[in-house]
């Protein structure tokens, strides 16, 4: 079993940043590769970033290259999202997602569709004004 819990969502201008915090409970987070999705009022869940369990690789959107960063701490059991230069387009909830079905896998693509993961967090919103 795997609880997510996020923080760190907020209103913002656009162009500013924001962190976004994941934490984990439960065991062998160490060996889970973990996701950042969004979804936007009337849109379906979009993939944002995937990190590989021991940190090492990542794969993110076309959309969100150059600005947002995925990251862990696998000593805090932390999942984070640095997000910078954020735009209006950004706005919607985001949430973490683990795939604990294949401890010790990752593959970007694979890792980049919802129904990759097996447990997620309750979601954090993000605003961003013009």
């Known amino acids: 079993q795997v609880q997510l819990l996020e923080s760190g969502g907020g209103l913002v201008q656009a162009g500013g940043s924001l962190r976004l915090s994941c934490a984990a409970s439960?065991?062998?987070?160490?060996?889970?590769?973990m996701g950042w999705f969004r979804q936007a009022p009337g849109k379906e869940r979009e993939f944002v970033a995937a990190?590989?369990?021991?940190?090492?690789?990542?794969y993110s959107a076309e959309s969100v290259k150059g600005r947002f960063t995925i990251s862990r701490d696998n000593a805090k059991n932390t999942l984070y999202l640095q997000m910078s230069d954020l735009k209006p387009e950004d706005t919607g909830v985001y949430y973490c997602?683990?795939?604990?079905?294949?401890?010790?896998?990752?593959?970007?693509?694979?890792?980049?569709?919802?129904?990759?993961?097996?447990?997620w967090g309750q979601g954090t919103q993000v605003t961003v004004s013009s």
């Open positions: 997602a683990a795939d604990s079905t294949r401890p010790y896998y990752y593959y970007g693509p694979y890792h980049s569709t919802p129904t990759s993961y097996d447990y």
């Open positions: 439960g065991r062998s987070f160490t060996a889970y590769t």
């Open positions: 990190i590989e369990w021991s940190g090492g690789n990542t």
